[in-house]
């Protein structure tokens, strides 16, 4: 017996059978608006993380470990996930109760910590966009969005492009992406922000420039 869907389908054939063929789509767009400078690629990066209201600094491999304790430490945050992979010196400075995911940590736990630490897998000047692949120093998806507050270290220039088309060669896509731009928010009908709904509620960035972090 015919279906409704099979007919529906059968009376759009049918109906644009004897059209043209489609042309094939121009693929003579450019895959990035921004210079070939790795210091400007960064500022830009700089510029539009800010924007969307993340907390930008810029730090080197020697000062990182004090900046994110101080970091945590403002924040107040007593406790802090670990993604199975983050470099141990990252972390020599704070404080805060290390729990790592290596078991994993239960809903529970997890909901009950203040922060995680993370890297990245690259991070997107023109749209300033995170993107996490839950390689190491990641973590699992749920590690980055259920904390209040995320720390993310970003290696420039190695981890930074420009554009989504420069990203999307780099980017497995069988992997669990997270595309990160701000802390999570979303508006009423009156358009009333209101931050932390679906992630983190602060999202901190270190641009992470000259040497190798750990």
């Not at 960064?42 to 924007?51: F, G, M, V, Y």
């Amino acid at each position: 017996m015919t279906s409704s869907r099979d007919r529906i389908l059968g009376r759009i054939r049918a109906a644009v059978g004897d059209g043209p063929d489609v042309p094939e789509a121009a693929r003579d767009y450019l895959a990035t608006h921004t210079p070939d400078d790795p210091a400007a690629v960064l500022d830009l990066l700089h510029e539009n993380l800010a924007d969307y209201r993340a907390i930008v600094h810029r730090s080197t491999p020697s000062a990182l470990p004090g900046l994110i304790g101080e970091r945590l430490a403002g924040h107040g945050a007593r406790s802090v996930a670990v993604p199975d992979g983050l470099p141990e010196d990252w972390l020599a400075a704070t404080a805060a109760e290390r729990r790592s995911d290596a078991g994993p940590l239960t809903a529970y736990e997890l909901d009950a910590t203040n922060a995680v630490v993370s890297g990245c897998a690259l991070a997107i000047a023109e749209t300033g966009t995170i993107v996490l692949d839950a390689g190491p120093g990641q973590g699992r998806r749920a590690l980055t969005l259920v904390p209040d507050l995320h720390i993310c270290v970003v290696r420039a220039p190695e981890q930074v492009v420009a554009s989504v088309p420069q990203a999307m060669p780099r980017l497995d896509p069988t992997r669990p992406l997270t595309w990160i731009s701000g802390p999570s928010a979303t508006s009423d009908i009156e358009l009333d922000r209101v931050e932390g709904v679906h992630g983190p509620r602060t999202l901190e960035v270190i641009l992470l420039q000259g040497g190798d972090p750990g």
